[in-house]
């Protein structure tokens, strides 16, 4: 299964939740390229290098890292499942993600949708502690103005969540993932999701979409 959304549209959140109820394991893309880089693959060290950088990883080295990882023991992601998570985000990774499953194919690729105004609202009032990485909104502060309720360190704003900075990335998906979104549409597993909801009525949303795919009677 593969979640599509804008950052901050809860793809996290849903992702990790639909792989604990089915028992599947949760692939984030910086998830995958930590692993792949702690375990000094070959192209877990190239991811490495441009994420020191603060650089976007090519493609080539994304889907290198895709390759290493659904070949290792053996194959056994491939026969026991798995939820992605930010990958892919260009239409070249998809394809590529295709010719990586082989026989396989995805059941299910579900689009969180939600509207710009939401998901700018909601990464511009994100606050992080600059310690242990707690994270807070504006809207639901720490009990301390800015001190971490967990540890008490500085919680601040991070330099890429901004206004301009966030407006700057939801275009860049806008313009990559479009095509994304028509390639799966054309191979019959997408299916939209209103993100906009609270985060159990989202789930439960996906749950059945999931569950339709897998029952003959569905429409």
Request: proline share 4%; hydrophobic share 35%; net charge negative.
């Amino acid at each position: 299964m593969l979640l599509l959304g804008k950052q901050g549209a809860g793809k996290g959140t849903q992702a990790t939740r639909l792989a604990e109820h089915y028992g599947v394991e949760h692939i984030s893309t910086g998830e995958m390229f930590r692993t792949a880089a702690r375990e000094g693959t070959q192209f877990g060290r190239l991811a490495q290098h441009y994420m020191d950088q603060g650089e976007l990883v090519p493609d080539a080295i994304v889907i290198g890292v895709v390759d290493e990882l659904f070949r290792q023991d053996d194959g056994r992601l491939m026969e026991a499942g798995f939820v992605l998570d930010g990958f892919p985000r260009t239409l070249r990774q998809a394809q590529e993600l295709d010719r990586v499953l082989g026989a396989k194919r995805l059941d299910r690729v579900i689009d969180l949708d939600v509207p710009t105004e939401v998901v700018l609202h909601r990464i511009a009032g994100r606050r992080v502690c600059s310690s242990c990485g707690a994270n807070y909104h504006v809207d639901s502060p720490p009990e301390e103005p800015w001190v971490c309720d967990e540890c008490g360190g500085d919680v601040l704003q991070r330099d890429d969540d901004t206004e301009d900075s966030v407006m700057r990335r939801l275009e860049l998906y806008e313009l990559q993932t479009l095509p994304v979104i028509q390639y799966y549409r054309r191979q019959s597993v997408l299916a939209h999701v209103d993100g906009t909801g609270e985060s159990d009525e989202v789930f439960k949303k996906c749950l059945t979409l999931v569950d339709d795919r897998f029952d003959p009677t569905s429409a």
